[in-house]
């Protein structure tokens, strides 16, 4: 009797063989056991993972693609790793994050500025299978690409390879001073360097780097997107998913405002105007004091306009400048390959904490506010503004705007921060692009925590912000109650199957239906200059054509 110990990370398991097959085994166990690659900069030791599934695959947690940005580094484009002797253990995932406020109490600064890792997990590492590469949300403020908030369990079990990375965040990844000491758009810079690490490394991890789907959702979903307008990042990837944020999101653009900046520095003690010396000397300033007082910011009305405290900017000014033109202008020239775009239908859900006082109590003043942003959006005069207010209190108050419509106010302002933009997006691009543009709708309610619940009570139902996150990953830290994945035969086992699915097929093949099965039994077409069509992914997908939306005929 031969005894053979297997290590899984996390998990640990003893296998006995009496027999020949053994000495197959064990070959196979040099390798996938403790599983060894080697990138440019040295060797990596990865692990098994065992899958929430029950079945297994290789991983390789925190990978480093980039030199510490700390120190001199701060503010600065990524650098080159420095390259390490032996082998590098990224056996096991320790959360690393850039530096940023807890979200839920205690409130306080956890991450580290050493924070450019990424991570990689395929089941096996001799083929060229298609790479996914996530690219996380949370405000340009918060959030990681680390095994420990989502696994990829779901997706790896579609044979892809998946890559999630970090990439600096706050003013450390957006700080924008008007000058070439600080352009902004440091945190897309990473971005790109990331990309550019799984073009030069991804194949010795069995994955195809000629076919590279970057996704991301929210602020991921913007990151991605300004990815495919980019000058830099083109040829980078090969087609691009965006759920819940683009650049023409009201939120989204043109956050990181010099003015901002220099606020920020006189918040921390400086007055001066130079932004040379406005840099040296916040690399002077402990991290964690400048997270805190990041928060300081916005002014009042700032506030009460829902905008982010930083951003995506155009960075002209900049040496190595990856938005250099107007959004407007690079939005003509972007990088024509497929795409997959669309929302949820109740996303305003997630936000509502901050807004509720404002419904229940002075509904038609901020009902105005945003249908002035929504006439921003078609640069409308006075009197095409109040007749869009008028079309507004008919299309989604019926007639009358007041305090007991608070489902129809969640709709209304989903449309006005994410719904519009992604309806406009599409009518756009299919008209300047021969690439296909796949439109949906999220709208399934099922039983699966995720980031709302943690946030709010939801007061309605609907499918709030970034809600399929639940079934595209495994959020372990909403899975404490609940560790076991979706069971079989339930519905939120099919959304699980279905999304899965029509993401990893998009990857592979550049089409999310190629063919139907029991979880996906309908055809996605293509968006048109003729039709609108888009996928309504509810207890089960439909397709249907969109109707005019209220700024159609503005």
């Known amino acids: 009797m031969i005894t053979v110990r297997i290590r899984f990370a996390p998990y640990t398991k003893t296998l006995r063989r009496g027999h020949w097959t053994v000495v197959k085994f064990v070959r196979a166990w040099s390798t996938m056991n403790e599983p060894i690659v080697t990138v440019k900069q040295g060797k990596l030791r990865g692990a098994v993972q065992k899958s929430v599934f029950g079945s297994s695959f290789i991983a390789f947690h925190e990978i480093p693609f980039a030199a510490p940005p700390i120190g001199e580094l701060r503010f600065k484009d990524p650098q080159p790793p420095t390259p390490w002797t032996g082998i590098k253990d990224t056996a096991e995932a320790h959360g690393i994050r850039g530096p940023q406020l807890r979200e839920v109490p205690p409130i306080d600064v956890v991450g580290q500025e050493d924070c450019l890792y990424l991570n990689v997990y395929t089941n096996s590492l001799s083929e060229r299978k298609p790479v996914m590469f996530w690219i996380h949300g949370g405000s340009f403020l918060i959030g990681t690409g680390s095994f420990v908030d989502k696994r990829p369990d779901y997706l790896v079990a579609k044979d ?224 095409e503004t109040k007749k869009l207010l008028k079309a507004v209190e008919m299309t989604y108050f019926d007639g009358e705007i007041g305090p007991e419509k608070l489902e129809q106010a969640v709709r209304f302002l989903s449309d006005v921060y994410f719904g519009i933009s992604a309806k406009l997006y599409v009518e756009d691009r299919v008209k300047r692009t021969s690439a296909p543009t796949y439109f949906y709708i999220y709208t399934y309610v099922g039983t699966q925590k995720t980031h709302t619940d943690i946030l709010v009570d939801r007061v309605i139902k609907g499918a709030s912000h970034v809600d399929e996150m639940a079934y595209l990953f495994y959020l372990g830290p909403l899975k404490l109650e609940d560790p076991e994945p979706p069971a079989l035969g339930t519905k939120d086992r099919a959304t699980l199957e279905r999304l899965t699915r029509m993401w990893s097929n998009f990857g592979k093949t550049g089409n999310p239906t190629p063919c139907i099965d029991e979880y996906v039994k309908v055809v996605w077409e293509p968006a048109t200059k003729d039709k609108i069509k888009y996928l309504d992914i509810g207890d089960e997908p439909v397709l249907l054509c969109m109707e005019s939306h209220i700024l159609s005929s503005n």
């Not at 195809?208 to 990837?237: C, E, K, M, Y």
């Not at 653009?253 to 040379?276: C, H, M, V, Y």
């Not at 509720?356 to 002035?372: D, G, Y």
């Open 160 to 383: 892809v390879v998946v890559v999630s990375t970090n990439y600096r965040l706050g003013a450390f990844g957006f700080l924008n001073l008007g000058h070439k000491a600080a352009p902004g758009n440091q945190g897309l810079k990473d971005l790109i360097a990331a990309l550019e690490w799984v073009k030069e490394n991804i194949a010795n991890f069995g994955g195809d780097p000629n076919n590279v789907t970057i996704f991301g959702a929210s602020v991921g979903g913007t990151l991605a997107h300004a990815l495919a307008i980019s000058p830099r990042a083109q040829g980078l990837f090969h087609k691009a998913i965006m759920q819940s944020g683009l650049l023409t999101c009201p939120w989204s653009w043109n956050q990181s405002k010099p003015e901002r900046g220099f606020r920020l520095a006189k918040i921390l003690g400086t007055d001066s105007t130079d932004p040379e010396e406005v840099v040296r000397y916040l690399r002077t300033i402990d991290a964690n004091d400048i997270v805190m007082a990041l928060e300081g910011v916005l002014t009042q009305q700032e506030k009460k306009d829902f905008a982010l405290t930083i951003g995506l900017n155009t960075d002209d000014m900049a040496e190595n400048p990856v938005l250099p033109f107007p959004m407007e202008e690079m939005a003509t020239k972007e990088a024509c390959v497929p795409v997959i775009v669309g929302y949820t239908s109740h996303e305003f859900l997630m936000f509502i904490r901050g807004i509720s006082e404002a419904i229940t109590k002075k509904p038609n003043e901020l009902i105005t506010s945003q249908v002035k942003k929504l006439a921003s959006l078609k640069d409308l005069g006075p009197e």
